[in-house]
């Protein structure tokens, strides 16, 4: 080969590499994994496992950061200023950013005996001036929030936050479990209204600006079980009707409501993180539950509930790609059962399956066969006012954000008796099999 050909060839072959290396680097820029924990710290004895955790996750280097979900101390600690400050050393020692988001337990029920009788709403006020001093994060590494604060019609409410990272818009909430922090005593209930005032006002404007923004996907995540089974629709006559619900006052209605409106306005993927009671035998479960006024179900929101059968070593993976299909991965990580990290799955292929078949939730969608009707009270309280939105509010801060188209809006099958397992009628979500999956730490 002459001299000239073998130049032509040569430079052909580097230039083929180098197209191949930049876009191999291009999607693992493109690829987002962060970590759940939640109910880890419930005794002093379990701080020590939990920096164990913290620090393994710290060593994995495709975690961004870390959301912890509420309850940094258990239901039967007292709300001492001292167990604040204890769990506030834990959480920030994180090598990876943390973001602190609060549960029933951090403020909500400190009104019992075994709480120490302490008044909640001067306990929340506590907590927001030691975990939310300023715009940052806990733990070692930078990630800045935008948190309601910022606005000066919701000054106080430093623990609702929101950011974006790699194309994806995040909203953290303060919604406790059970019923929201709702009280049945008489009058006015200022804590609640307030903070249900400010939480429709976050999560609108949240959605608006991921719309405006191109966002690829939003996830909304919080402590509390909004219980999505309880369903209630808007009636314009209600108040005409004298019978009387003998069903208590549902304290996440306009949480509901204002998920339904998000999801409606972004258009895109909704994924909504929250905490739940009920035992999980995987630690978490993944199903569409949420329904509109007209009672169908809302396709491009998608509910995960977490429950961890041990919250001190156990911590959800969530990895996300706009080249996969679905977009989102996650699993449990357990790390006393880890010896060497490894990838969820390689951009732009499918999701490795394991040598027995792997049946993620069959029933995970209602069909109209099983799915339960909505049931209508006989009255519902007055919907809360709604705030404008203001096009002065700061942008939240972000990550690097690559370019990246949209990924389509994956519904479940609304008529099959049984969901398909082909991606195309899942959920934007895959749960990877728990089998072969690798945790950090050893």
């Known amino acids: 080969m002459p001299r000239v050909e073998r130049a032509v ?3 052909l072959v580097c230039g083929a590499l180098l197209f191949g290396a930049q876009r191999q680097a291009h999607a693992q820029g493109n690829t987002l994994g962060f970590a759940v924990i939640a109910d880890a710290l419930t005794r002093p004895a379990d701080e020590a496992p939990v920096r164990r955790m913290l620090d393994a996750i710290g060593r994995d280097g495709s975690i961004a950061f870390i959301v912890y979900d509420g309850n940094l101390k258990g239901g039967g600690e007292p709300c001492r200023d001292g167990v604040y400050q204890s769990r506030h050393d834990v959480l920030d020692a994180s090598r990876t950013p943390l973001v602190l988001l609060l549960g029933q337990h951090d403020w909500a029920d400190c009104s019992g005996a075994h709480a120490g009788a302490y008044d909640p709403v001067e306990r929340l006020d506590f907590v927001r001036q030691l975990f939310f001093a300023d715009a940052n994060a806990l733990g070692q590494g930078p990630l800045t929030l935008s948190r309601e604060s910022d606005v000066a019609r919701f000054r106080t409410f430093r623990e609702i936050v929101r950011w974006q990272a790699r194309g994806i818009a995040f909203i953290g909430l303060n919604v406790p479990s059970p019923n929201n922090h709702y009280l049945t005593a008489g009058g006015r209930n200022g804590e609640f209204e307030d903070r249900a005032v400010a939480t429709t006002f976050w999560l609108e404007h949240a959605a608006e600006s991921a719309r405006r923004s191109e966002m690829r996907a939003l996830v909304v995540i919080l402590q509390g079980d909004p219980d999505f089974s309880r369903y209630e629709r808007r009636e314009r006559f209600a108040w005409l009707r004298f019978s009387h619900s003998n069903q208590p006052r549902d304290g996440f209605l306009e949480l509901k409501r204002s998920l339904v409106k998000a999801a409606e306005t972004f258009r ?3 994924i909504v993180i929250h905490g739940t009671d009920a035992p999980e035998p995987n630690g978490f479960h993944i199903d569409q539950p949420v329904r509109n006024d007209k009672g169908l179900i809302v396709t491009n929101l998608t509910r995960v509930a977490i429950a ?21 991965r996650l699993r449990v990580r357990d790390v006393k059962e880890t010896r ?25 969608y209602p069909t109209p066969s099983s799915a339960p009707q909505p049931t209508l009270p006989a009255s519902l309280p007055p919907a809360l006012p709604r705030n404008d939105l203001p096009e002065s509010l700061p942008a939240p801060p972000s990550m690097p954000l690559p370019a990246s188209d949209l990924p389509p809006i994956l519904t479940p099958p609304q008529s099959s008796p049984a969901p398909s397992l082909s991606p195309q009628s899942l959920p934007p979500i895959y749960p990877v099999p728990a089998a072969p999956a690798n945790a950090v730490g050893k």
């Open 268 to 270: 895109g993927p909704v």
């Open 9 to 11: 060839a040569a430079a």
């Open 308 to 328: 961890f059968r041990k919250p001190q070593s156990q911590w959800l993976e969530v990895q996300s790609d706009p080249q996969w299909r679905p977009p989102f």
């Open 340 to 364: 060497a990290h490894e990838p969820v799955a390689p951009p732009s292929e499918a999701p490795a399956q394991s040598s027995t078949p792997y049946v993620p939730y069959p029933d995970a």
